[in-house]
C-alpha cells in the first residue's frame, strides 16, 4: 500500500513568485486535507478536497488555491508568495466514507523557504 | 472556537520511564481526536484515532484516553525508549471537516 506522497521536498522561492505543492493521496482515499506547519507550531488547516471540490477552508487568503484530480491527487498553489509563507506544507489524505472529519494519515511535507 | 493545548512544551525522561503526556480541547463536540508523532523536519505519523464514543485506544506501547465532558485527552507511554524521542502532537476533529492542533510537546527519552 503507497503513502501520501509530496513534491517536492524542498523548494526555495521568492517574494512576490508562485508555487505549486503536489500530493498523491494514500490508495483508496478520495479526501485529501492541505495544513501549513510554521516553525515550532501545530499544523494550521488550510483547506480540504472531496470529489474533486473544496470542502471546507480554513482562514487563508483567496491567494492559497487547490485542485484535486479524478485519481485523487491535489495540487497547492499559493500566488503573491509573502515571507510568512516560508512554513512546511503537509499534505493528508482520508478514507471513505466522507467523515466529520475522517483519519488524517500525512505526507512527509513540502518545506517552502521565501526570500 | 476550538482551541487545543499541550502540557508540557517539552519533557525530558530517562529510559524505561512511563510516561503522560496530556491534551485539553475547549469544545468537547468534537467527532474524534488523533495522537500523532513528528520526528525533526518530518511530517507526522498517526499513532493513535480515538473516536467520539469511545474512551480509549492501545497500540502496542501507547494507550490514549479521551474525556469529553473535561475536554482532555491523555497519551500514556509505557516503558520509553530513546527511539520514542519526537513531538507528540493531538488534534482534535469536530463537525467542519478540520482537525485543529495543539503546539505539540517535544519529547526527549535519555538513553
Known amino acids: 500500500e503507497t503513502g501520501v506522497t509530496q513534491s517536492p521536498t524542498h523548494l526555495i522561492k521568492t517574494r512576490g513568485q508562485q508555487v505549486t505543492l503536489r500530493c498523491s493521496s494514500q490508495s483508496g482515499h478520495n479526501t485529501v486535507s492541505w495544513y501549513q506547519q510554521a516553525l515550532g507550531q501545530g499544523p494550521q488547516f488550510i483547506f480540504q478536497y472531496y470529489r474533486e471540490e473544496e470542502n471546507g477552508r480554513g482562514n487563508f487568503p483567496p491567494r492559497f488555491s487547490g485542485l484535486q484530480f479524478p485519481n485523487y491527487s491535489s495540487e497547492l498553489n499559493v500566488n503573491a508568495l509573502e515571507l510568512d509563507d516560508s512554513a512546511l506544507y503537509l499534505c493528508?489524505?482520508?478514507?471513505?466514507?466522507?467523515?466529520?472529519?475522517?483519519?488524517?494519515?500525512f505526507g512527509e511535507g513540502s518545506r517552502l523557504t521565501v526570500l | 472556537k476550538q482551541e487545543v493545548t499541550q502540557i508540557p512544551a517539552a519533557l525530558s525522561v530517562p529510559e524505561g520511564e512511563n510516561l503522560v503526556l496530556n491534551c485539553s480541547f475547549t469544545?468537547?463536540?468534537?467527532?474524534?481526536l488523533q495522537w500523532f508523532r513528528q520526528d525533526p523536519g518530518k511530517g507526522l505519523t498517526s499513532l493513535l484515532l480515538i473516536q467520539s464514543s469511545q474512551r480509549e485506544q492501545t497500540s502496542g506501547r501507547l494507550n490514549a484516553s479521551l474525556d469529553k465532558s473535561s475536554g482532555r485527552s491523555t497519551l500514556y507511554i509505557a516503558a520509553s525508549q530513546p527511539g520514542d524521542s519526537a513531538t507528540y502532537l493531538c488534534?482534535?476533529?469536530?463537525?467542519?471537516?478540520?482537525?485543529?492542533f495543539g503546539t505539540g510537546t517535544r519529547l526527549k527519552v535519555l538513553a
Open positions: 488534534a482534535a476533529g469536530g463537525g467542519t471537516y478540520k482537525y485543529i
Open positions: 469544545d468537547s463536540a468534537i467527532y474524534n
Open positions: 493528508a489524505s482520508s478514507p471513505p466514507p466522507l467523515g466529520s472529519p475522517g483519519e488524517l494519515f
